[in-house]
């Protein structure tokens, strides 16, 4: 089975950095897109960034710029480098795993997810 674990949230000020990680195991990484969702307190998930298998990459709009998503095949890892944050980037930040091997925002094409990492951007 696979599991999917984050860690490196926390609390930062506007205009700080945070880095994520998630460590998959119990399947074959490369062979996956991966992908950062997050949720804010009130809100619908919402999606972040991906990287496919070849190392391609796609972000949201409301990160483009300041984020940036990549993979370590050998470690079995995703990060996500968070720049510039804003205090609407606070939210638990989960990872996920494509069904695929290129990922999209689409949720229902992701069908392994981590507990969730707090972030938490004050103003």
């Known amino acids: 089975q696979v599991q999917l674990v984050e860690s490196g949230g926390g609390l930062v000020q506007a205009g700080g950095s945070l880095r994520l990680s998630c460590v998959m195991s119990?399947?074959?990484?490369?062979?996956?897109?991966m992908a950062w969702f997050r949720q804010a307190p009130g809100k619908e998930r919402e999606f972040v960034a991906t990287i496919s298998r070849s190392g391609s990459t796609y972000f949201a709009d409301t990160v483009k710029g300041r984020f940036t998503i990549s993979r370590d095949n050998a470690k079995n890892t995703v990060a996500l480098q968070m720049n510039s944050l804003k205090p609407e980037d606070t939210a638990v930040y989960y990872c996920a795993k494509s069904k695929y091997n290129s990922g999209d925002y689409y949720g229902n094409n992701y069908d392994y997810w981590g507990q969730g990492t707090q972030v938490t951007v004050s103003s």
């Open positions: 119990g399947g074959t990484f490369s062979f996956y897109a």
